[in-house]
Nanobody
Framework: QVQLVESGGGLVQAGVSLRLSCALSGRTFSNYGMSWFRQAPGNEREFVAGISRSNSRTYYADSVKGRFTISRDNAKNTVYLQMNSLKAEDTAVYYC?????????????????WGQGTQVTVSS
């Protein structure tokens, strides 16, 4: 079984930074591409960032490009999302997801494994 545990969310003011973490257990971490999604109240779940297995190629939604950075540490079985210059519109529940595909997908329906979600609230 694959289990994902997220941490790092919180209530912050606009303009500050947060770093989210997601640890995978139950399988070999390096075999999985990892992605972050978010879902705000009343909205559909949307892709935020992804990082491939093997080559650690990164992918970003236009709304976060230049502000957010995804990275992974295979030795620690952990994927990170560094969020800088946070805005009120970044407020959402953030989820990490794991997939065995070579290139991360932006479609949440294609992911089999999800974390529990961590709340990020940005006040203006």
């Amino acid at each position: 079984q694959v289990q994902l545990v997220e941490s790092g969310g919180g209530l912050v003011q606009a303009g500050v930074s947060l770093r989210l973490s997601c640890a995978l257990s139950g399988r070999t971490f390096s075999n999985y591409g990892m992605s972050w999604f978010r879902q705000a109240p009343g909205n559909e779940r949307e892709f935020v960032a992804g990082i491939s297995r093997s080559n650690s190629r990164t992918y970003y939604a236009d709304s976060v490009k230049g502000r957010f950075t995804i990275s992974r540490d295979n030795a620690k079985n952990t994927v990170y999302l560094q969020m800088n210059s946070l805005k009120a519109e970044d407020t959402a529940v953030y989820y990490c997801a794991a997939d065995v595909r070579l290139v991360p997908s932006t479609d949440p329906k294609l992911y089999d494994y999800w974390g529990q979600g961590t709340q990020v609230t940005v006040s203006s």
